[in-house]
């Protein structure tokens, strides 16, 4: 916290005319105040305590100086801040604690990561059974386009009793497959969620 000015060369002057004036004897102890502020190199620091003496001395004696106008150039001294060195007991256990915390926190993030628990329980087990669910999904695909390949091909040979012409055959092939594909769609749309019911 401030508790002085730095002050300037207005400062310096104004003093050193109040000093030889003979109007006003200036009190023996701001005088020794003020000649000791004057003798230090710069910068020059002038205390709170010795400004409200001078300020005091000025409005007393009737002087035409008011205090703002010697510290026209002047600014508040700050002094520097001097952080007192840390307590290296507190410093390891701030560290402790700070890896602690850090500790604590990886392992909320990994918690469900663990990868002997992966391991003893065995990956094999997991891969088999998805590979028994792809395996599956293969065969009903297969068996849907089996159905219909087999529709097309009996409807196909079939139709060549009812017409002459290959267009007629054929349409009435893609006919007699969609009917039947759209029946094996219903039929696995079905299964599928009987098999998620059950679940």
Do not use: W
């Amino acid at each position: 916290m401030a508790s002085s000015f730095v002050v300037g060369d207005k400062f310096r002057e104004k003093i050193k005319d109040i000093l030889e004036s003979r109007d006003a004897p200036v009190p023996a102890v701001l005088r020794e105040e003020l000649q000791l502020i004057l003798k230090k190199e710069q910068p020059l620091v002038l205390p709170f305590r010795t400004a409200r003496k001078l300020k005091n001395y000025l409005q007393d004696n009737g002087h035409h100086f008011f205090l703002h106008e010697f510290l026209e150039d002047s600014s508040l001294h700050l002094p520097e801040i001097v952080k007192p060195p840390r307590n290296p007991v507190l410093v390891a256990r701030l560290e402790k604690i700070k890896a602690k915390l850090a500790n604590e926190e990886y392992n909320r993030i990994t918690r469900n990561v663990n990868s002997q628990e992966i391991n003893r329980s065995g990956t094999l087990a997991d891969f088999g059974r998805e590979v028994r669910s792809a395996k599956a999904a293969v065969v009903t695909v297969l068996n849907f386009l089996v159905t219909i390949a087999a529709t097309f091909a009996c409807s196909y040979i079939a139709s060549q009793y009812l017409f002459d012409e290959t267009i007629s055959r054929v349409i009435a092939a893609v006919i007699a497959a969609s009917v039947v594909g759209l029946a094996e769609l219903y039929v696995l749309v079905r299964t599928m969620e009987g098999e998620q019911g059950a679940l």
